[in-house]
């Protein structure tokens, strides 16, 4: 316990976190004064980058954006462009587009789950360490993330940066002998990935609820690859729609903008929100999981987030064998998309939250305008709310404890910092 009044918290370099970040925490006595999530990663202008470049080539850039999850990157864009030019691509090419993101889910779950965040529930610095007393379990993880790997390598041609999605479906669909071994390799998982929700319910959690409005995809299934908007609250809304819904700000402190709601305040994207708003699209297997390990209809619990991207790998498993089951090979890998002037909107769900694209194309064909808004930037404002209140109510703490408690509270979000970047403050002088 700490009797001083005024308290300063500093992480210069937040560990386990995909980006470079670092956290601020001043209170005084029994007040929070000021919490800050630090972004100072630079900004890499993929945005500038695409103006005047091909409709066609989105797909292929927007992936190295994030070597986690390119496929959000890809998916969003062909979704955004193909609505630029009234195409909708249906039919076995979008179960293969599914089937795709499902290996996505895998690989960047399980990364996070064994890799980032479980060495914080088990008293271990890193993965390493996990690794040198619970040698199985650590393997357990890298086996589902290899399954994750695999499904991306064969049907996106390699695991990182994949290159076989293209505007209209694929440069090259697999014939139904390559999917076989998948299925094997899928059935191992699912049992893993079904160990692991069990294993993440037997953490310690701390007892801490937040009531930010959740965000997510809705459709007929699980969220993926489409659907409309909706959040706890009651908000729908379409991908076209989203700009006039959420709006992005500058903070001094991050180069990532901040988002909020246009006639509101933050909220919250991502597995919790999904988990919340869409529990009963669940498959049987994931949704019998979710209640063995006591998740309610709804979690709002940051910490038990590593739990819903438990079941989340579950579902990820049983749809993507469900996909691979039903697979027919389509008779062309890619639907013509021929270019015209327009704008179009794009709206996937990556394993940290909703990823929004807008693609504004001249009749050339070339992009006169490009906005992406990926799930951390919204998350931010979100997260440092959530510290805020961790804090106050755990100033008994010391400092190191309280400090430690603080960088698990963010990595709960699984913040992808280098995804969010934006902004640049630059000033020119001319003489």
């Not at 895998?106 to 890193?126: K, R, T």
């Not at 695991?159 to 076989?180: D, K, Q, S, W, Y």
């Amino acid at each position: 316990m700490t009797h001083r009044n005024d308290r300063t918290l500093k992480v210069g370099a937040l560990a386990r976190v995909e980006g470079e970040g670092a956290m601020y925490v001043r209170a005084r006595g029994r007040a929070v004064e000021e919490v800050r999530l630090d972004i100072y990663e630079p900004p890499r202008f993929f945005e500038a980058f695409l103006r005047g470049r091909a409709y066609t080539e989105p797909p292929d850039i927007t992936a190295r954006i994030c070597g986690i999850c390119p496929i959000a990157y890809q998916m969003s864009a062909c979704q955004a462009i193909e609505a630029a030019c009234g195409v909708k691509v249906g039919g076995t090419l979008s179960e293969l587009r599914r089937l795709l993101y499902c290996g996505e889910w895998i690989e960047s779950h399980a990364l996070h789950v064994y890799l980032l965040h479980a060495p914080d529930f088990l008293g271990y610095p890193g993965a390493v360490e996990l690794a040198r007393d619970h040698r199985a379990v650590v393997e357990r993880g890298l086996r589902l993330k290899k399954a994750g790997n695999t499904l991306l390598e064969v049907l996106g041609g390699r695991a990182i940066h994949p290159v076989n999605v293209r505007v209209g479906g694929f440069h090259r669909t697999p014939a139904r002998t390559e999917l076989a071994p998948l299925a094997e390799l899928l059935r191992q998982a699912r049992d893993d990935a079904l160990a692991t929700v069990e294993w993440a319910a037997e953490f310690e959690f701390p007892d801490f609820a937040h009531d930010h409005e959740y965000l997510a995809l809705s459709t007929g299934r699980y969220p993926l690859e489409s659907g409309v908007l909706r959040s706890s609250a009651g908000r729908a809304f379409s991908a076209a729609e989203f700009e006039r819904n959420i709006v992005e700000e500058q903070v001094p402190h991050s180069t990532a903008l901040h988002a909020r709601f246009t006639d509101g305040g933050p909220y919250l994207t991502g597995p919790l929100a999904r988990y919340s708003l869409n529990r009963d699209r669940l498959s049987p297997l994931a949704l019998e999981a979710a209640d063995r390990a006591g998740l309610g209809i709804e979690c709002r619990n940051p910490f038990r987030s590593i739990l819903v991207r438990a079941v989340e790998i579950v579902y990820a498993v049983d749809e993507a064998l469900r996909i691979i089951t039903a697979y027919e090979p389509p008779p062309r890998p890619a639907v013509p998309v021929p270019p015209r002037e327009g704008t179009g909107h794009g709206v996937t769900e990556a394993p940290r939250g909703v990823l929004y694209h807008r693609y504004g194309f001249g009749p050339d064909g070339l992009i006169r305008a490009a906005r992406i808004v990926p799930p951390t930037s919204q998350n931010q404002a979100a997260i440092e709310d959530d510290l805020r209140r961790f804090i106050a109510a755990h100033l008994h703490l010391d400092d190191h404890a309280l400090t430690h408690q603080c960088e698990q509270a963010i990595r709960n979000y699984d913040p992808c910092i280098s995804c969010s970047t934006h902004f640049l403050d630059l000033t020119v002088e001319r003489s």
